[in-house]
């Protein structure tokens, strides 16, 4: 399988991106197939960690949005704080920009939503959700309303949780979810519906470790709560371990086609083994 890097160009120039989301339109969305919202995290410089906006025709060549604030949203006056965390949402022509906020020396982070229908002009970020070691928001929309999980990690523990809600603004409390990985702890998550439930890609890692060591994992659920872990005992991809202190994925097994195109959306990029 071929796994190359996207070439992605950034705010401050680094093109190296953290935590993509693509959707793809079909017909098109204002005149692109492909919407990415994703981060720049240039060798762990959280302050730079600022949502932006790409389009894209083919999947593969990506450019900036004629007209859009690049980055969307700047830094926090705080420079203790910092964006992260990016998930896109396309639903009934508005695009749904999901991601974090959060202060190093704080364990209380929020989600926030902005919303656009052309995806240059965006609505103010707005906080959705607020709790203690919150991460990498993941939402669909359902016909019954939205469904969003996120991750509690203390960087030693963590639980996924699921939240609900007719309108993406205002969420019913977090309800914990069943995730099976034996020996290592969730970190960050994407979730998709398709026929007869839920499939969702997991970066966790061993247990003792660090976030830097993240191994990827292919879960599927038919009521979004409880899951079933593929791949427990030999993850999707597993990091090489020459490669102190970075992720890098390697080692592709027993992959569905599906699964395969999936990843070839994923960007590759250094992260610094810290918390995010």
Known sequence: MDLRPLLITTPDGSG???HPDVIDSGSGFCGHRYWLAATPYPF??????NPIIRVSDDGVHWSVPAGVSDPLVEAPADPARHWSDTDLVLHQNMLHLFFRGCARDRTEAQLLLMTSTDG???????????GEFVLSPAVVHEPDGWSMWHVWCDGTSARVLRQQAEDPL???????????????????????????GYEALICAF?????????RLFHASSTDGMS????????????????LVGFATYVGLRRTPPWLRTALRGLLRGARAGRGR
């Open 16 to 18: 190296q991106t953290g």
């Open 44 to 49: 762990g410089n959280d302050r730079l960690e």
């Open 120 to 130: 240059v002009r965006w609505s103010p970020p707005t906080v959705i959700h607020t």
């Open 170 to 196: 205002t969420w019913r409390e977090p309800q914990p979810c069943t995730l099976p990985i034996a020996g290592h702890v969730p970190w960050h998550l994407d979730v998709i519906t398709v026929a007869g």
């Open 206 to 214: 061993p247990l003792g470790t660090d976030p830097s060591r993240c």
């Open 227 to 242: 899951t079933v872990t593929a791949g427990t005992k030999r993850p999707r991809l597993t990091v090489r371990e020459d």
